[in-house]
């Protein structure tokens, strides 16, 4: 752990998500298998592609319409509607087969496990501050099991633009009351979560997997999630 920064009083914890709290990698093979075998089950077999084919879809979506890139969930469902589409479906029929593989997605991507040790670590840290998550994606503390523990959960998209715009951040801080300075966020993307927070005003704790180089100071730099237990317990 490296302190960059001198730190100011802190009243909130904001926490990243995917590959924050958990390893991400795993539970979105398994929800775009999910995505796949849904497709399959609905369509013929001529019509079927691999993962890479909606993948290219959503991303030229995107090209289209970047505003769309600011939810991710809409974003995939609309390109795999689009896919089906461009496959020779109409977009009634692509709709609705759009939106039970993107339900088949949205289930297996929310089917998420927190550790005993990162459970325990926020049970700690809930008795002294207040937690709330910010993120990009659409996983849910509800169905992860931390909804007792964390005040809120924002998401890019229904909540603002995604992070590193400052949008989820001061919408953070205006429902809590709080100045956005007394808020530490920590999380793993030194673009979305470290740059975010300070356009925000906020300070910012990096979670460096990978001791990757930096351009731009947090406040914290941490290798591992529990050395926050020596820092603010």
Request: charged content about 15%.
């Amino acid at each position: 752990m490296q302190l960059y920064k001198a730190l100011k009083p802190i009243q909130v914890l904001s926490f990243d998500l995917d590959d924050t709290l958990y390893d991400n990698g795993p539970v979105l093979l398994a929800a775009e298998q999910a995505m796949l075998h849904s497709l399959q089950k609905q369509t013929e077999a001529n019509l079927q592609r691999p993962v890479e084919f909606w993948a290219q879809t959503r991303w030229q979506l995107g090209q289209l319409q970047p505003e769309i890139r600011h939810n991710i969930g809409r974003w995939r469902l609309l390109g795999v509607e689009a896919g089906l589409i461009q496959l020779g479906l109409g977009k009634d029929e692509a709709g609705k087969i759009a939106g039970q593989a993107y339900q088949a997605f949205w289930q297996a991507r929310t089917d998420i496990h927190i550790s005993a040790d990162v459970r325990s670590l926020l049970q700690q840290l809930a008795s002294r501050y207040q937690l709330i998550a910010i993120t990009n994606g659409n996983a849910c503390i509800q169905r992860m099991g931390l909804g007792d523990l964390f005040q809120f959960s924002l998401q890019a998209g229904p909540d603002g633009r995604m992070k590193p715009f400052p949008d989820l951040y001061l919408a953070a801080a205006k429902r809590l009351q709080a100045p956005p300075q007394q808020i530490l966020h920590i999380g793993d993307s030194h673009r979305a979560d470290v740059m975010g927070a300070l356009n925000a005003g906020c300070q910012a704790a990096w979670l460096d997997h990978h001791q990757r180089p930096i351009s731009v100071l947090p406040h914290i730099r941490l290798t591992q999630l529990q050395q926050l237990a020596s820092l603010l317990l």
